[in-house]
């Protein structure tokens, strides 16, 4: 996709979570969040849901990158270790790559680049 970052940019949820997307191309992405109050459980730390919705983003953008529209059929998150406020990076890499299924794999980590989370996503690919 000629625009990725431009159609990432479209993205309702991701924009209202605060997701930036930094870069996106040739099956990479780069994502940030910051996250602030609004981000955080009842436990004081980052929620789940917020750093797996930066890694699906990242992921979203990595596999769009790519010439047709890429849907997720399957992902899986595993969280190493707690986060808290402050900015939250997702890298995604692209791993396996035929004409109808990709495979990438994000790593979420923190300003200190501690690795908060890894995330794995199988794509559909639509041409």
Sequence with gaps: MDNILEEMGKDIFAK???IEILKAEAGTAEARLKI????LNALGIAQGGAIFTLADSALAAASNSREGTA???NVSITYCQAAGLGILTARA???SLNRKIATYLVEVTDEKDNLIAMFQGTVYRKQ
Excluded: L, P, Q, T
Aim: charged share 40%; proline share 0%.
């Design 16 to 18: 209202y979570v605060g």
């Design 36 to 39: 602030d109050e609004r981000h």
């Design 71 to 73: 849907i997720a059929v």
């Design 93 to 95: 890499k692209e791993v």
